[in-house]
């Protein structure tokens, strides 16, 4: 049995909300009980509640702890009068998820809770956190560190609108000890702080691991230069990436060709499909369609006719 429901924004009483999630929560747990039934996949989203999502996850996982998929996305009310129905510290029950989705509201992450659903969560095979933010940087640290450790069975794993820029350690020791296929950091921050060493070591480590084969790095400001240092990560036989997406980047014509040309000295990859959507390739139409036809007799690309000055404009009217 799988359920997938999807709350209405909450009316102005925050604690009948409360109430419906709780009737939620206790209705599917009697139907999993029944002859032949077994709750596999949980979705909530788009709604607003007070109860913070973690303590909804634990709920969840604590009625349901042989769910597969859970996932969360919505909006959260001040919630200083909650209490758990689990009592002050929150212990995770160990579980069979192998899907976790989580886009957090607003407030900061809290890092014990967080750190206890991974470490329970041994089947996990794909995690996507969207939007979290911690309250310091070592929490996010830790977070990478308990991924790397807890989580071997990961294959994909995305994350979303969140800072990582100060947690290049953490992000190189993931990939030099995971298996995972897919990666995403979209919207990260990615290469702020030291990113040309960053970038040889985030490099280096993709390389040096053969099971990568979707890459996707949108939004992280590469520049230029930050996508002719990945060049390199054809270089070697042994990369096996057939996805790259790195639109978003202020990438210009110039730094698309020179990247082309790298990619040309390769000789034969498994590169199938690039993505180089929004970037600022209108700057000189001219060298970005000869970059793109000298891509093209390499992989499939994926672009598009952005304006980058009329996306300018648009971004100072609303600041």
């Not at 998929?69 to 919505?74: C, E, P």
């Not at 989580?151 to 020791?173: G, P, Q």
């Not at 000890?177 to 290469?191: G, N, Q, T, V």
């Not at 698309?256 to 993505?275: D, N, T």
Request: glycine share 4%; hydrophobic share 40%; with cysteine.
């Amino acid at each position: 049995m799988a359920a997938q429901v999807a709350l209405p924004p909450s009316s102005e009483d925050e604690d009948d909300l409360g109430a419906n999630i709780r009737l939620v929560l206790e209705s599917l747990s009697v139907l999993s009980r029944g002859p032949g039934c077994r709750l596999t996949v949980f979705s909530l989203s788009d709604f607003t509640t007070f109860v913070p999502m973690l303590d909804l996850a634990q709920s969840v996982l604590r009625i349901f702890p042989h769910l597969q998929l859970l996932s969360l996305s919505y909006d959260l009310e001040s919630h200083s009068e909650w209490e758990s129905p689990w009592g002050g510290a929150m212990q995770f029950p160990e579980n069979d998820l192998k899907q976790l989705e989580l886009r957090f509201p607003q407030d900061p992450v809290q890092a014990e809770h967080f750190l206890s659903v991974l470490k329970t969560s041994s089947s996990l095979e794909e995690l996507s956190l969207d939007n979290a933010t911690f309250t310091s940087q070592d929490d996010l640290r830790r977070v990478l560190q308990v991924i790397t450790d807890s989580n071997a069975a990961l294959r994909r794993l995305s994350f979303h609108d969140m800072k990582m820029a100060d947690a290049h350690t953490e992000i190189v020791h993931l990939l030099n000890h995971s298996r995972l296929e897919e990666i995403k950091f979209s919207f990260c921050r990615l290469f702020e702080n030291e990113p040309d060493d960053f970038l040889r070591d985030f490099v280096s480590a993709v390389k040096r691991n053969p099971s990568v084969k979707i890459l996707k790095l949108c939004g992280n400001r590469l520049g230029n230069d930050g996508l002719c240092a990945l060049a390199d990560l054809f270089s070697s036989s042994s990369s096996g990436i057939h996805y790259l997406d790195v639109s978003s980047n202020c990438i210009k014509p110039d730094g698309l060709l020179q990247f082309a040309k790298k990619l040309e000295g390769c000789g034969k990859i498994k590169l199938r499909q690039l993505s180089v959507s929004q970037n600022l390739l209108d700057r000189d139409p001219v060298l970005a369609h000869e970059a793109l036809q000298s891509l093209e007799g390499i992989c499939c690309v994926v672009s598009d006719s952005w304006d980058s000055g009329q996306a300018f404009a648009d971004h100072v009217s609303v600041m």
